[in-house]
């Protein structure tokens, strides 16, 4: 648990100084609402268009792609740590899983979703 400690001290530290800026801001912030001021603003002029227009299946494939590499990231970090105590049992297990990462990578550009515009 001595570990942990200081991770969790970091969290806390981090916690209070965000809760204090929106609290302090929110509480001795300027408040000088006009309703020229309340109306939405997209990029320098008047929004358009409808509201519920669904946005197209890219932005979502690129965010499922975002989230299945960073967790790649995430988790090979620790066996980096521990790569030593691991032996050829941990290089194996996580040899697969690279190769299945690169096997998902290989699919994804050949169906072309790397591709934004076509």
């Given at each position: ?14 916690a209070i100084i965000a809760l204090a ?51 790649e990231a995430v988790l090979i970090y ?41």
């Amino acid at each position: 648990m001595a570990t942990y400690i200081p991770l969790f001290l970091l969290f806390l530290v981090a916690a209070i100084i965000a809760l204090a800026m929106f609290t302090l801001t929110s509480l001795l912030g300027p408040k000088n609402p006009t309703p020229e001021k309340m109306i939405p603003y997209e990029c320098g002029s008047e929004s358009t268009g409808g509201r519920f227009v669904k946005p197209s299946v890219k932005f979502y494939l690129t965010a499922i792609l975002f989230v299945v590499f960073d967790i790649e990231a995430v988790l090979i970090y620790p066996w980096t740590v521990q790569f030593r105590s691991l032996g050829w049992t941990g290089l194996a297990t996580m040899s697969s899983f690279i190769a299945l990462l690169v096997v998902a990578l290989v699919y994804v550009w050949k169906k072309g979703a790397l591709e934004w515009e076509k």
